[in-house]
């Protein structure tokens, strides 16, 4: 059981739009900056968002990260079919002093 | 360019010792945290730990410690994952990350920029 928590799962067309939340606390988003990863089908986790909002610059304006208070969220427009796969938040928890990880969320492209 | 290459898959019996590693270039090894990661047959993100070879300062979760030992060798920039007896249940693939960690308004900031490839270790009798 994560201290952050995910949908488990979230579905849409291509070219709809669909956000993830995550849930969490004030030891751990409240107080922190997130992330968001994408990890597609056997493959290692890729960064799509850190400091709640930012974009490596490989990643295109399509995505976005949002937080406001305990919670954060990920928005993906236009949305392809190689999007579909598995997305987690994370972020530091400084009352258990690690990193954490939300359960994460299936994305399928309908 | 930067790059995680981790060593290739295990297949361990229990009881058994491991070292897998990660071998970074692109960057100066010594001046950033690399973490692992697990992942679980069909389940999510676990952080382990994370390690600063330039120190070398290392952070256990509660969950992994004691469990593994993270150690790394900044003369050859890899960073190491290791077990002294392994489990069925250390089934799972790894993964190293390098963490970026900065101060960002008044707070730390960290996130992981990259990410080796994964190496999956099997442990059966």
């Known amino acids: 059981q994560s201290v952050l928590t995910q949908p488990p799962s979230v579905s849409a067309a291509p070219g709809q739009r669909v956000t993830i939340s995550c849930s969490g606390s004030?030891?751990?988003?409240?107080?922190?900056?997130v992330s968001w990863y994408q990890q597609l089908s056997g493959t290692a986790p890729r960064l799509l968002i850190y400091d709640n909002n930012k974009r490596p610059s490989e990643i295109p304006d399509r995505i976005s990260g949002s937080k406001s208070g305990t919670s954060a969220t990920l928005g993906i427009t236009g949305l392809q079919a190689g999007d579909e796969g598995d997305y987690y938040c994370g972020t530091w928890d400084r009352s258990l002093s690690v990193w954490v990880f939300g359960g994460g969320t299936k994305l399928t492209v309908l | 360019e930067v790059q995680l290459v981790q060593s290739g898959a295990e297949v361990k019996k229990p009881g058994e010792s491991l070292r897998i590693s990660c071998k970074a270039s692109?960057?100066?090894?010594?001046?950033?945290?690399i973490g692992w990661v697990r992942q679980m047959p069909g389940k999510g993100l676990e952080w382990m730990g994370i390690i600063y070879p330039g120190d070398p300062d290392t952070r256990y979760s509660p969950s992994f410690q004691g469990q593994v030992t993270i150690s790394a060798d900044k003369a050859i920039a890899t960073a190491y994952l290791q077990w002294s007896s392994l489990k069925a249940s250390d089934s799972a693939i790894y993964y190293c990350?390098?963490?970026?960690?900065?101060?960002?308004?008044?707070?730390?900031?960290?996130?992981?920029?990259?990410w080796g490839q994964g190496t999956l270790v099997t442990v059966s009798s």
């Open positions: 990350t390098r963490q970026r960690s900065y101060i960002l308004g008044g707070r730390h900031s960290y996130h992981y920029e990259n």
């Open positions: 692109g960057y100066s090894f010594a001046n950033y945290w």
């Open positions: 004030s030891s751990n988003i409240g107080d922190n900056y």
